[in-house]
């Protein structure tokens, strides 16, 4: 009896700490149409609050360019998900060519299109390229 209740407690005991750090490295696959991270404990923002910026040096661009993308924050955080989306249809465009460490690449509708965190050590500034797609697609969007 008391070497099943053991195991009992062992089994339960990993699958809490598995589900509960099952986002440490990076967001899943369902978060690619919304966005939303699906985290136990994760809180919304509210953008009045916000303290994430997003930053590029380029007002324009032409198809198949390059794009530095730089995401900035006041304060730390751990985990992020970064897409470009077209802003006439909220569809994901473009592939990310350079990522920092501590990330990864996700393939949400292409391969490259979507990156997000690969670890939870404190963030504050991150540095990204983004490739335009070879067709024209007009004005983006980084979210």
């Known amino acids: 009896k008391v070497h099943v ?3 009992g407690w062992a089994c339960t005991t990993l699958c809490l700490v598995s589900y509960a750090a099952a ?5 899943s696959l369902s978060a690619c149409t919304d966005m939303m991270p699906r985290h136990m404990r994760a809180q919304l ?12 040096n380029m007002s324009f661009f032409f198809p198949g360019d390059k794009v530095p993308v730089t995401v ?8 992020f998900l970064l897409q470009a989306r077209k802003v006439s249809n909220d ?12 990330s990864k690449l996700l393939t949400c509708f ?7 965190h690969s ?14 797609p070879d067709q024209p697609i ?5 979210l």
């Open 5 to 7: 209740d053991i195991i």
């Open 119 to 132: 670890d939870k050590s404190l963030k504050r500034n991150l540095s990204f390229v983004w490739k335009a």
């Open 91 to 102: 569809e994901i465009a473009g592939t990310f060519v350079f990522i920092p460490p501590g």
């Open 23 to 27: 986002f440490s490295h990076g967001a």
């Open 72 to 79: 900035r924050s006041s304060r730390d955080f751990m985990g």
């Open 110 to 116: 292409e391969d490259g299109d979507t990156v997000t």
């Open 45 to 56: 923002h509210s953008p009045r609050n916000n303290y994430i910026t997003i930053h590029t």
């Open 138 to 142: 007009g004005d983006i969007k980084f």
